[in-house]
């Protein structure tokens, strides 16, 4: 690992169990969005300074970094400097948000666990955050955008469209999650009058596939 002598540690913590130290990062980084291979064996996450996603061994040991690229880091205009963000594994490739650049990018993992070409989904996804599936099987992405306020979905074809907005009570959306035909929101409520919450609603599956 790059970053200094510094390293900040990460921590799992096993129900019933004692915290347990599982890898240190740079000090210097910041570590955001989590996901687990489907293995079970390795923690992926995303450095949203150092550009980087990192490789966690779910069974405790040293860090690596999985991928260092552009793609993942801070565009230098960008008014929120944060690069890469939310992080999903998903039918086989990682995916990743990169605020700075309102970009969505799919990382192919190979047989060995190596990353593959990038590919950029879409690049019109201003202040996104976290996001989530329709379905295991499906790749219509939900993308929580907390600077323009609003949760858009993303198509295969990297099609965007906007399906909530403030005028729904949203209060700057910072993840989502999907659980049958239930969409969960959670509001960071970032600005005044900072109205932090947890929102449900309904997907209609009809409106949403006929775009």
């Keep these: ?63 690596t970094a999985w991928l260092t690229d552009p793609a993942l880091a801070i565009e230098a205009s960008a008014p929120v400097p944060f690069g890469a963000n939310g992080l999903r594994f998903h039918n086989g490739a990682v995916w990743v948000s990169n605020l700075s650049k309102a970009t969505l990018l799919r990382i192919p993992v190979s047989a060995t666990g190596a990353a593959g070409r990038i590919h950029t989904v879409t690049s019109s996804l201003t202040g996104v955050d976290d996001f989530s599936f329709l379905s295991d099987r499906s790749d219509v992405v939900f993308a929580a955008q907390n600077g323009p306020n609003q949760v858009s979905v993303v198509y ?17 959306p910072s993840s989502t999650a999907v659980r049958g035909k239930q969409l969960y929101i959670t509001d960071g409520g970032l600005n005044e009058p900072h109205d ?16």
């Design 1 to 63: 690992m790059s970053g200094g002598s510094c390293r900040s540690p990460w921590w799992k913590l096993p129900p019933g169990g004692s915290p347990q130290r599982l890898a240190a990062l740079p000090a210097d980084g910041l570590p955001n969005g989590l996901a687990i291979d489907p293995t079970g064996r390795t923690l992926y996450v995303a450095d949203s300074q150092k550009g980087t996603i990192w490789a966690v061994p779910v069974s405790g040991g040293p860090a």
């Design 156 to 172: 295969p074809n990297g099609t965007t469209k906007t399906v909530l907005t403030a005028a729904d009570g949203l209060a700057s």
């Design 196 to 211: 932090a919450k947890l929102q449900r609603g309904t997907i209609n599956l009809g409106a949403l596939l006929a775009h």
